[in-house]
């Protein structure tokens, strides 16, 4: 009987170490468990990081604007910024809880053919900076592909490129999470308005993406900050509303929200607190990012 007891007791405590060092190994936001996500993009991520003390600055605002994943855009003229301070940026952020994505931007990746390919080609160079960086790994990628901005697909209702930057996604997507890495991307609101079967294929196309919802107000609009926040509540209901209606199904994304600061101004950290108020109980929000961390350096002495 004490034998018994004495090999219960061991296999208890060799399945807790085992716990513990998964628990240690994991992502920052994995190991968080359901934290809501407060993202922030970061541009001319190289300029950014390898400025003095660039990396502490960035830590130190986001542990005061409770940002736990960042969205750093990292090459420079088609390469990989200085691999050293980036690496040493990440470890970094890392031990302060924070996610950090590489940012890929493009106005035509959506295209088959050569523009495509080099999208692909930079996550794949982020996933062999993975490969010989194991302690300061990328956490995911994320992606700013915006073919609205073409002449030819302005327009409410102009959608036409929206099955080839599906297909983009999805390819994406592969890499990655081969690779071990998340993927999010950012969407115009026009896409919400598309059909039933063409929201549906968006939303499997990621795991999450994020709603850029921009202009709705103004710091010189002549509206009263209740008044502001009203409308965006209502908003971001309606829109998630939008995004999912009539669909069902645990292959599709959830949804960030994005707000910038030129719409709100210094109210901005109060509006993004009211998308978690307004949303929080929502099972497809998954929390707001702020545009961006530029503006943040622009306005500093």
């Given at each position: 009987?004490?034998?018994?007891?004495?090999?219960?007791?061991?296999?208890?405590?060799?399945?807790?170490?085992?716990?513990?060092?998964?628990?240690?190994?994991?992502?920052?936001?994995?190991?968080?468990?359901?934290?809501?996500?407060?993202?922030?993009?970061?541009?001319?991520?190289?300029?950014?990081?390898?400025?003095?003390?660039?990396?502490?600055?960035?830590?130190?605002?986001?542990?005061?604007?409770?940002?736990?994943?960042?969205?750093?855009?990292?090459?420079?003229?088609?390469?990989?910024?200085?691999?050293?301070?980036?690496a040493?940026?990440?470890?970094l952020?890392?031990?302060?809880?924070?996610?950090?994505?590489?940012?890929?931007?493009?106005?035509?990746?959506?295209?088959?053919?050569?523009?495509?390919?080099?999208?692909?080609?930079?996550?794949?160079?982020?996933?062999?900076?993975d490969?010989?960086?194991?302690?300061?790994?990328?956490?995911?990628?994320?992606?700013?592909?915006?073919?609205?901005?073409?002449?030819?697909?302005?327009g409410?209702?102009?959608?036409?490129?929206?099955?080839?930057?599906?297909?983009?996604?999805?390819?994406?997507?592969?890499?990655?999470?081969?690779a071990?890495?998340?993927?999010?991307?950012?969407?115009?609101?026009k896409?919400?308005?598309?059909?039933?079967?063409?929201?549906?294929?968006?939303?499997?196309?990621?795991?999450?993406?994020?709603?850029?919802?921009?202009?709705?107000?103004?710091?010189?609009?002549?509206?009263?900050?209740?008044?502001?926040?009203?409308?965006?509540?209502?908003?971001?209901?309606?829109?998630?509303?939008?995004?999912?209606?009539?669909?069902?199904?645990?292959?599709?994304?959830?949804?960030?929200?994005?707000?910038?600061?030129?719409?709100?101004?210094?109210?901005?950290?109060?509006m993004?607190?009211?998308?978690?108020?307004?949303?929080?109980?929502?099972?497809?929000?998954?929390?707001?990012?702020?545009?961006?961390?530029?503006?943040?350096?622009?306005?500093?002495?």
């Amino acid at each position: 009987m004490r034998c018994d007891r004495r090999e219960r007791w061991v296999r208890w405590m060799v399945a807790l170490r085992l716990a513990l060092v998964c628990i240690a190994a994991a992502p920052p936001a994995l190991a968080a468990g359901s934290e809501r996500s407060h993202g922030m993009w970061v541009w001319k991520g190289p300029v950014v990081l390898e400025a003095p003390r660039g990396a502490e600055r960035l830590r130190d605002l986001c542990r005061t604007a409770g940002i736990n994943e960042v969205y750093v855009s990292v090459f420079d003229h088609g390469k990989l910024g200085e691999v050293a301070a980036l690496a040493a940026a990440i470890e970094l952020l890392h031990r302060s809880g924070v996610r950090v994505e590489a940012l890929l931007s493009s106005t035509d990746a959506d295209e088959p053919g050569a523009h495509r390919e080099k999208l692909l080609e930079r996550t794949r160079t982020v996933v062999r900076f993975d490969q010989q960086h194991p302690g300061s790994r990328f956490d995911g990628v994320h992606l700013d592909i915006e073919p609205q901005q073409r002449p030819q697909n302005k327009g409410a209702g102009n959608l036409r490129f929206l099955p080839d930057l599906v297909e983009t996604f999805r390819a994406v997507r592969a890499l990655a999470e081969g690779a071990g890495l998340t993927v999010n991307a950012d969407i115009q609101y026009k896409l919400l308005k598309s059909s039933r079967d063409e929201r549906r294929a968006l939303l499997q196309s990621l795991p999450r993406l994020t709603l850029m919802l921009y202009e709705l107000s103004s710091p010189n609009d002549g509206s009263a900050s209740a008044q502001q926040e009203q409308k965006l509540r209502a908003a971001s209901r309606g829109f998630l509303d939008m995004a999912y209606e009539g669909l069902e199904g645990s292959d599709l994304a959830g949804l960030m929200i994005g707000l910038r600061t030129p719409d709100y101004g210094e109210l901005l950290p109060r509006m993004l607190a009211a998308l978690d108020e307004a949303n929080g109980t929502n099972p497809h929000y998954q929390g707001w990012a702020r545009h961006s961390y530029n503006d943040v350096l622009k306005e500093a002495p």
